[in-house]
């Protein structure tokens, strides 16, 4: 796809600005600093030499060193009064600090104090630069692990290194497993580690809540092939279908659980489609949004959910029909 | 005829023309001097360019301000505010750029992307060289996408401006139109949620950005409302935040729920001995008591009714009536099969 012409634009600014503040860069460090081609830093070098003030003569333009540019050096030698570099806008700042923020106060588990400092002095001065105006966003993440699994994982991701772990998986079903750790997913709710499992002898998403137990081994992890995407839950199409009817209050499902479609209804209540992999994380879902769900099909899926929450009911046995308070006691029986 | 100008040089030319002339210049000026107008093929082509133009280095961030000239009328002219455009002084090390380009990549909403994107250019070319993003290798924080609401809304917070948005009730499911003073967006739950005075109900209120349904639409000037009283955002966002931590007493089968037994934390003092209470008794023979920390008695209720029969709740009565109420409601969803 195209790039968007605001996207070179600021590009091409921030190429005077950085190249006014050094005595030369070559092509190749351009690139690398502005992730861009070669090819394109080329490009860029190439417009901003024919641009300039009206009238658009030689001594209008902006201008290079062209024996050095030879050499593949590009040094500035007219600028047109555009070195300064360009502010941030406002939702520019407060997005990278309503961000910052958020890996301040959520990822401390998963950073040492190094990397802790770096991200505080970050925050630091990019506050300082577009000053208090991030109050209107307010975002958070959520580790979710205990403090020894945070930091077992954090140090074999940065020294690459295997791990030892305990997990349970959504059929609460208890595994050991050898694990080379690729990404740790954090978001608002909680984290995923992306990594190849050698029991599977291939690519999974643990659940970071789930892990009971995480040791650094002494062994080095070995390089996986991983989509760049990877880290996003996305069940196959070999997983059976199962369309949920829920009430407008569930639109929270539609939102947390990868759907493959959502249909709206005329009075306000919606159907998603979803593939489910795992019988176990489904009946948790459908028990979890009981309060909204309408319908389940099909009725085999329902059924099984129906009579696992019978079974839960008559394990509660007295408990169950007591009213909301009549447990409520002072001191014991 | 010669090849259109690219509209990223065309920009660049119109940003260099603007930030070196002596005051003003008017749209005629533009058209007549500024490489790349002139491809314009009618009047009209050239003021849909203009505009365009115009807006796209409002959104860079940069400050184009109009100038009429009082002795002339209508007659318009632009200016850059150069005292408004530069980056204040800010000298990034290369982990720094690199921990700012994690922060970059956390938002997974297109339009915050590219604005995140587009302020690490800006941050670069101030930069010590490019960022070393090995200090966060393996690292990767999101935060979902607000949907299309989301950076309309921002604006209007950022701007202090009205909107009207069209909202879906949770309580009531009735569909209503809201004027709103934004003031601030809060992720919560894995759902965006904006709190605001609601100026039908003269009240602050919270608003799932889900449940907007359409477009929103601004009214009225910049500035309209004083920012918020941190008091009154406290009190709206009460509803979303967690409360005092709590304990709860589970009673859980052997070898069942491990991922709730590892938080598993001592008895609270003074707690009852629930083996003693003759009703709760029975229901405790072959479970394990464990105790656990939670903030939110829904959220809890939502992660043990997961567990179905492995795991009862004892107390407090309230987490255990939310996880009753859900069993009831699914022990609904298929008549119950009678063997025979």
């Not at chain 2, 133009?53 to 002219?77: C, N, Q, S, W, Y």
């Not at chain 2, 690199?98 to 922060?103: E, I, M, N």
């Not at chain 2, 992307?113 to 966060?136: H, W």
């Not at chain 2, 949770?170 to 949620?193: F, H, I, K, N, Y």
């Amino acid at each position: 796809m195209a790039e968007r012409a605001s996207d070179r634009v600021v590009r091409l600014l921030g190429m005077i600005a950085f190249l006014d503040r050094h005595e030369g860069a070559s092509v190749d460090e351009l690139a690398r600093l502005f992730g861009v081609s070669n090819q394109q830093v080329m490009a860029d070098v190439d417009t901003l030499w024919v641009s300039g003030t009206p009238g658009y003569l030689p001594y209008d333009l902006i201008d290079f060193d062209f024996s050095s540019y030879q050499r593949g050096v590009v040094r500035l030698t007219e600028s047109r009064g555009m070195t300064r570099p360009l502010r941030l806008s406002a939702r520019e700042g407060v997005a990278l600090v309503a961000a910052l923020r958020a890996l301040d106060a959520g990822l401390g588990g998963a950073l040492d104090d190094e990397r802790a400092q770096v991200v505080r002095s970050a925050l630091a001065k990019l506050t300082a630069a577009v000053g208090d105006a991030a109050g209107t966003v307010d975002v958070s993440l959520t580790l979710a692990a205990a403090p020894a699994v945070a930091s077992a994982l954090a140090t074999a991701l940065r020294e690459g290194r295997r791990l030892h772990v305990r997990y349970v998986n959504a059929a609460d079903v208890a595994s050991e497993r050898e694990v080379d750790p690729i990404r740790l997913v954090t978001d608002t709710d909680r984290s995923y580690l992306l990594g190849w499992c050698h029991a599977v002898e291939g690519e999974r998403l643990f659940r970071v809540d789930r892990i009971l137990s995480a040791r650094v081994l002494d062994v080095p992890a070995e390089q996986h092939p991983v989509p760049p995407g990877g880290g996003e839950f996305v069940p196959g199409d070999d997983g059976a279908l199962v369309t949920l009817h829920l009430t407008s209050h569930g639109r929270w499902v539609a939102e947390s659980t990868p759907v493959q479609e959502v249909r709206n209804l005329p009075d306000g209540s919606f159907e998603i489609d979803l593939r489910i992999v795992s019988p176990a994380w489904l009946r948790h879902l459908v028990l979890q949004a009981a309060d909204d769900v309408l319908d389940v099909r099909p009725v085999s899926v329902a059924a099984d959910v129906a009579q696992v929450a019978r079974a839960a009911l008559a394990a509660y046995g007295p408990l169950a029909d007591l009213p909301a308070d009549a447990l409520v006691q002072d001191g014991g029986a | 005829m010669p090849s259109p100008i690219d509209p990223a040089e065309r920009l660049l030319n119109l940003l260099i023309a603007l930030v070196n002339s002596r005051g003003r210049m008017t749209k005629e000026q533009v058209r007549a001097s500024v490489a790349g107008y002139a491809d314009a093929p009618s009047d009209d082509a050239f003021e849909r360019m203009f505009e365009r133009d115009k807006d796209t280095l409002r959104e860079l961030g940069i400050p184009l301000v109009t100038v009429t000239d009082a002795g002339h009328g209508d007659d318009i002219g632009y200016r850059i505010d150069l005292e408004a455009y530069a980056l204040p002084p800010i000298d990034l090390t290369a982990a720094e750029l690199g921990v700012l380009t994690l922060a970059a990549q956390t938002w997974q909403d297109r339009t915050m992307r590219g604005d995140t994107s587009r302020a690490l250019t800006k941050l670069r070319a101030v930069g010590q060289g490019p960022g070393a993003t090995d200090l966060v290798a393996g690292l990767a924080p999101r935060v979902r996408s607000g949907g299309s609401v989301f950076a309309p809304l921002l604006d209007a917070a950022q701007a202090r401006q009205v909107v009207r948005l069209t909202y879906r009730a949770a309580s009531t499911g009735e569909v209503r139109e809201r004027r709103v003073e934004p003031w601030q967006l809060v992720a919560r739950r894995g759902g965006w949620v904006l709190v605001g005075w609601d100026q039908d109900r003269q009240a602050p209120r919270s608003f799932r950005l889900s449940r907007i349904e359409g477009s929103v639409r601004v009214t009225g000037e910049p500035g309209a409302f004083p920012p918020p009283d941190p008091d009154l955002v406290d009190r709206a966002l009460a509803a979303w935040r967690a409360g005092p931590s709590r304990v709860a007493t589970l009673a859980v089968l052997p070898e069942r729920a491990e991922a709730t037994r590892v938080r598993a934390v001592d008895a609270p003092a003074g707690a009852v001995d629930w083996s003693a209470d003759p009703q709760v008794a029975p229901v405790l023979v072959g479970r394990d008591i464990v105790h656990v920390e939670y903030r939110n008695a829904w959220e809890l209720a939502e992660e043990l009714v997961g567990y179905g029969d492995a795991v009862l709740v004892i107390d407090p009565p309230e987490v255990r009536g939310h996880v009753l109420s859900l069993l009831r409601r699914a022990a609904e969803l298929a008549p119950e099969v009678t063997r025979g």
